[in-house]
């Protein structure tokens, strides 16, 4: 029998995808809740009226499946901490007996023994585990909190047991006196593999948090970008290549500025839910540029809404003629504050453009 490779599959069911607006993936933001206190966290809230606003387990199973019913395959659990959702094992076994495919987002603590049989028995397609320190230290400096010990105690057991394991690091101003020894901390476990986040998020207005306090330099932010490459190495790519795997092949040297609508294929073959089941085309999206309400107007209507959205959305003109538009997309979450303007941020496109360049660098070694 043929067999082919998930990771191409799930590319070409992409393809498709887009060519139909079928939303095949879906990211379930349970909660804005977490046991950690990240300072850099885009979502975390503290307000204690949350938990009352929270969608149920069975309102989070019935949007999902209204979501199943319209070609949803995949499905990402993620938070706050996805797994402090009261209902969290009730909406993960609701979406493995359905046979949707789930990656799961966590920062480990309570990635404990029983958790670890459970995802045993049912495997998640990868959990996502985000290391924030390399001791006690860091760990509080970045998170609030000494879960040092927890946190690498149960990563070791779940890459025991056999899970997918895949670590996060998301450098920050309050990492920088450790991010070194994070990445070289990480390399220790023997995960499948190890990524670095190239970019922080703006903060949502009701955290209180701002990118001035957590964000870095360019200079910070491409020294880490380059040591990261060095410690994980993988088969040189182009910026242009490495948007390609999730968001579809573009001719070569052609813009990744479309004339109406943006590239990326959030909004096009995937969707979010945010923790109060506003529905935008990633979990990021600025609100004031798209966003629907459905469990107000349903499933089908807000994946409509979201789909034409981003399909007329006007890039900014200056994008069209920027020296970089072979090698970036514009994005509307790194241009938070004037994205409902179609307007650019300056030091987010310089990041974008030093990004592309060190992967320039990469490729011709």
Same mark, same amino acid.
């Given at each position: 029998?043929?067999?082919?490779?998930?990771?191409?599959?799930?590319?070409?069911?992409?393809?498709?995808?887009?060519?139909?607006?079928?939303?095949?993936?879906?990211?379930?933001?349970?909660?804005?809740?977490?046991?950690?206190?990240?300072?850099?966290?885009?979502?975390?809230?503290?307000? @204690?009226?949350?938990?009352?606003?929270?969608?149920?387990?069975?309102?989070? $199973?019935?949007?999902?499946?209204?979501?199943?019913?319209?070609?949803?395959?995949?499905?990402?659990?993620?938070?706050?901490?996805?797994?402090?959702?009261?209902?969290?094992?009730?909406?993960?076994?609701?979406?493995?007996?359905?046979?949707?495919?789930?990656?799961?987002?966590?920062?480990?603590?309570?990635?404990?023994?029983?958790?670890?049989?459970?995802?045993?028995?049912?495997?998640?397609? $990868?959990?996502?585990?985000?290391?924030?320190?390399?001791?006690?230290?860091?760990?509080?400096?970045?998170?609030?909190?000494?879960?040092?010990?927890?946190?690498?105690?149960?990563?070791?057991?779940?890459?025991?047991?056999?899970?997918? $394991?895949?670590?996060?690091?998301?450098?920050?101003?309050?990492?920088?006196?450790?991010?070194?020894?994070?990445?070289?901390?990480?390399?220790?476990?023997?995960?499948?593999?190890?990524?670095?986040?190239?970019?922080?998020?703006?903060?949502?207005?009701?955290?209180?948090?701002?990118?001035?306090?957590?964000?870095?330099?360019?200079?910070?932010?491409?020294?880490?970008?380059?040591?990261?490459?060095?410690?994980? @190495?993988?088969?040189?790519?182009?910026?242009?290549?490495?948007?390609?795997?999730?968001?579809?092949?573009?001719?070569?040297?052609?813009?990744?500025?479309?004339?109406?609508?943006?590239?990326?294929?959030?909004?096009?073959?995937?969707?979010?839910?945010?923790?109060?089941?506003?529905?935008? @085309?990633?979990?990021?999206?600025?609100?004031?540029?798209?966003?629907?309400?459905?469990?107000?107007?349903?499933?089908?209507?807000?994946?409509?809404?979201?789909?034409?959205?981003?399909?007329?959305?006007?890039?900014?003109?200056?994008?069209?003629?920027?020296?970089?538009?072979?090698?970036?997309?514009?994005?509307?979450?790194?241009?938070?504050?004037?994205?409902?303007?179609?307007?650019?941020?300056?030091?987010?496109?310089?990041?974008?453009?030093?990004?592309?360049?060190?992967?320039?660098?990469?490729?011709?070694?």
């Amino acid at each position: 029998m043929k067999t082919i490779n998930y990771n191409k599959f799930i590319g070409e069911a992409m393809k498709k995808a887009r060519e139909n607006d079928t939303p095949i993936s879906g990211s379930f933001e349970l909660t804005p809740l977490c046991n950690l206190d990240c300072k850099m966290c885009y979502i975390h809230l503290t307000d @204690p009226t949350v938990k009352e606003r929270m969608l149920t387990g069975d309102e989070w $199973i019935t949007l999902m499946d209204q979501a199943i019913a319209h070609g949803m395959m995949t499905a990402l659990l993620t938070g706050g901490e996805a797994m402090t959702h009261p209902d969290f094992r009730k909406i993960y076994m609701y979406l493995i007996e359905q046979g949707v495919s789930v990656r799961v987002k966590t920062n480990g603590i309570l990635l404990n023994s029983d958790m670890i049989d459970l995802f045993t028995e049912y495997p998640p397609y $990868i959990v996502d585990v985000s290391l924030y320190g390399c001791d006690g230290e860091s760990y509080k400096a970045v998170t609030g909190h000494d879960a040092f010990e927890t946190v690498t105690k149960n990563v070791r057991a779940a890459i025991e047991a056999g899970l997918h $394991i895949q670590l996060k690091i998301t450098p920050s101003a309050y990492m920088l006196p450790w991010v070194d020894q994070v990445m070289e901390y990480a390399k220790t476990f023997g995960a499948e593999d190890v990524s670095v986040n190239a970019m922080l998020m703006e903060a949502n207005p009701d955290t209180d948090r701002r990118m001035e306090d957590f964000g870095m330099s360019l200079e910070e932010n491409a020294r880490i970008h380059r040591r990261s490459r060095e410690l994980f @190495p993988r088969t040189p790519k182009s910026q242009e290549e490495e948007e390609s795997e999730f968001m579809g092949e573009i001719p070569e040297n052609e813009p990744h500025i479309l004339p109406s609508g943006l590239y990326c294929n959030g909004g096009r073959t995937g969707f979010a839910m945010n923790w109060d089941g506003t529905m935008g @085309p990633c979990l990021d999206f600025p609100r004031d540029v798209i966003c629907a309400d459905v469990k107000t107007i349903g499933f089908e209507k807000a994946w409509q809404e979201v789909n034409g959205g981003v399909k007329s959305y006007t890039v900014p003109e200056e994008c069209h003629t920027c020296s970089h538009n072979t090698k970036c997309h514009y994005c509307p979450t790194q241009h938070k504050e004037v994205a409902a303007q179609h307007l650019c941020n300056s030091a987010s496109c310089a990041w974008r453009k030093l990004q592309a360049d060190i992967a320039e660098e990469y490729l011709a070694k």
